[in-house]
């Protein structure tokens, strides 16, 4: 019996939340450890559609939920969330979340910062959700950040937040932005600290206990590995390593207990916000996907760009993140097109490069080397079992799985919960 790691292979919104509720059902606990509300993750189950940021999606299923120290916490997005997955009859306490009590926090003034920093960027901007992620990270490896535990200290929090607000004030000030006074961030902590503090553990202990009482564990990623911080689009990413390996330090968990690194794959691709997209579409195809595929985003409601799969980004982040399984999604959005293509591999300048260079000028003059494909007109959509493909969205999916060294283990035809088809357990593996 193993554990699951699920993560973002491409630049996020791929599926995961679906995903993660689907193979919920055959897990204990769900486990969040990186990123923050930055995330999105968009849950059908029947008629009720739940979205999700800084909650694990495995408390869909009524599963234990964890929030590990990876995690950058808003305490007021947090209880907003609660609010409202708990007004669509969600059960959310202390006994169900568990958050780790040495988890950092995003204060407002995070946010702050984050959306002055990029109005200064002006065009080069990052396109972030605005949300304090950035800063909030950056505060937390400077040593300086406000951890959950602190809102139990009056002292602790007196003393560290000075340091916090010449940090940000100095830089808000120089930026032209309001400067936040002490008190205003004080009254907002103690104002969230009494609702925020039962839920507060140490979340690596419980993790061990639960491991060790052969209960499964589901690892929940965020974002993508287009958007790690080391691996990704740079500087065209997030703030956090988002890749598996890290499921283990943002839970306080051991390496070898990550299990099966199961990456989500969208059967074509997305990103939204700034920087390199090789496979972009700017035509009536890009379009097309972004409407059958209603593709905006779940945080800031803006349009993602829409392109073809690439399988030389894929196929690296099979190899960085680790990824012994693809769940490949939203194949259904592709039916009905004459034909499909595949990016497999790029040119730089006229020449033919085997990998996506590192440097973002490099990056943003790669261009496409397509392989196309017929598509089907049959319709892939809800289909629940691998015999209800058309054979030529099957030609599709087996020439991905070899463009990009993985197999598909697990495939998506619409929104809905349970039209998935599962081809490996990868709870059995
Ligand atoms: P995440 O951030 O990776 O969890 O993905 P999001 O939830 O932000 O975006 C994925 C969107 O696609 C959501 O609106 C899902 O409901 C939807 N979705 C997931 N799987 C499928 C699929 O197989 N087909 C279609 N048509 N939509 C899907
Ligand atoms: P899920 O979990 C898609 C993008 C932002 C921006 C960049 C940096 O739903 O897949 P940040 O606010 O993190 O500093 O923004 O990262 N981004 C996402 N794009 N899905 C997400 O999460 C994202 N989280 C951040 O658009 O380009
Ligand atoms: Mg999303």
């Not at 808003?74 to 780790?100: C, F, K, M, S, Y």
């Not at 206990?209 to 990413?237: C, K, N, S």
């Not at 074509?268 to 972009?280: D, K, L, N």
Request: aromatic share 6%.
């Amino acid at each position: 019996m193993s554990n699951v790691t699920v993560i973002g292979t491409q630049w996020g919104d791929e599926g995961k939340g679906k995903i993660v509720d689907w193979l919920a059902s055959r897990a204990d606990i769900v486990v969040r450890f990186q990123g923050g509300h930055n995330a999105g993750h968009t849950l059908v189950v029947g008629d009720q559609v739940y979205k999700l940021s800084l909650l694990p999606s495995g408390l869909v299923r009524g599963k234990t939920g964890v929030i590990g120290n990876g995690v950058v916490v808003d305490p007021e997005a947090l209880l907003t969330e609660i609010d409202r997955v708990t007004a669509q009859g969600l059960t959310v306490t202390p006994e169900t979340l568990w958050i780790a009590e040495n988890a950092p926090l995003i204060l407002p003034i995070h946010a702050a910062t984050d959306r002055a920093r990029e109005a200064a960027r002006g065009e080069r901007k990052i396109g972030t959700t605005g949300r304090g992620i950035g800063p909030a990270y950056e505060d937390k490896v400077a040593r300086r950040a406000i951890r959950l535990c602190d809102l139990a200290e009056p002292e602790t929090l007196d003393w560290k937040l000075d340091e916090l607000l010449l940090h940000h004030n100095t830089l808000l000030a120089g930026l032209g932005a309001d400067t936040f006074t002490k008190q205003a961030l004080l009254d907002h902590l103690n104002r969230l600290a009494p609702r925020v503090l039962p839920f507060a553990c140490s979340v690596w202990e419980r993790l061990d206990e639960a491991r060790r009482a052969g209960r499964r564990i589901l690892f929940e990623g965020a974002q993508a590995v287009m958007l790690d911080v080391d691996h990704g689009t740079y500087p065209f990413v997030t703030s956090s390593n988002t890749i598996a390996a890290v499921a283990a330090s943002g839970s306080g968990v051991g390496p070898s207990s990550i299990g099966f690194v199961l990456g989500i794959a969208k059967a074509y691709a997305t990103r939204v916000g700034e920087g390199p997209f090789p496979s972009e579409l700017h035509d009536e195809t890009g379009r097309t996907l972004g409407q059958r595929g209603h593709e905006f985003g779940t945080v800031t409601g803006r349009p993602r760009r829409c392109g073809w799969f690439d399988a030389m980004l894929a196929r690296r982040a099979v190899k960085v993140g680790g990824v012994n399984g693809i769940a490949l999604t939203k194949l259904d959005v592709l039916d009905g097109l004459d034909e499909v293509k595949i990016c497999t591999s790029y040119t730089l300048d006229g020449k033919s490069i085997t990998s996506f260079p590192a440097s973002p000028a490099a990056q943003a003059r790669v261009k496409p080397v397509y392989e196309t494909m017929p598509g089907w007109s049959e319709t892939t959509q809800g289909a629940r079992s691998w015999a209800d493909l058309p054979a030529q969205a099957i030609k599709y999916v087996r020439r991905i799985e070899e463009l990009i060294e993985a197999p598909v283990t697990l495939l998506s035809t619409s929104p809905e919960r349970d039209d998935t088809i599962l081809m490996r357990d990868p709870f059995e593996d």
